[in-house]
Nanobody, 113 residues
């Protein structure tokens, strides 16, 4: 079964940093582009960052310059480094393949004083 398990979330003050990770299983990870998504309470899930199998990255305007997406194909792992966090970054964060409509548990990020 294809599965993504996210970790690394938590409570952080505005301006702080977190590093999220996800481990993929059930796929040959290096063949696929992947993305990080987030869903805030009462809002739709949104795509925040993507990375191709060759390492090309793209970011939503809301996180550009603050977040960095990366991957380690040998470990079937994706990462999201989040710096200069803002309260509006508070959400459950998910990693997934582009276009895949099956979601894991996600990891909660809360930015608050």
């Amino acid at each position: 079964q294809v599965q993504f398990v996210e970790s690394g979330g938590g409570l952080v003050q505005p301006g702080g940093s977190l590093r999220l990770s996800c481990v993929a299983s059930g796929i040959i990870f290096r063949f696929y582009a992947m993305g990080w998504y987030r869903q805030a309470p009462g809002k739709q899930r949104e795509l925040v960052a993507t990375i191709t199998n060759s390492g090309t990255t793209n970011y939503a305007d809301s996180v550009k310059g603050r977040f960095t997406i990366s991957r380690d194909n040998a470990k079937n792992t994706g990462n999201l480094q989040m710096n200069s966090l803002k309260p509006e970054d508070t959400a459950v964060y998910y990693c997934n393949l582009m276009g895949r409509d099956v979601w894991g548990q996600g990891t909660q990020v809360t930015v608050s004083s």
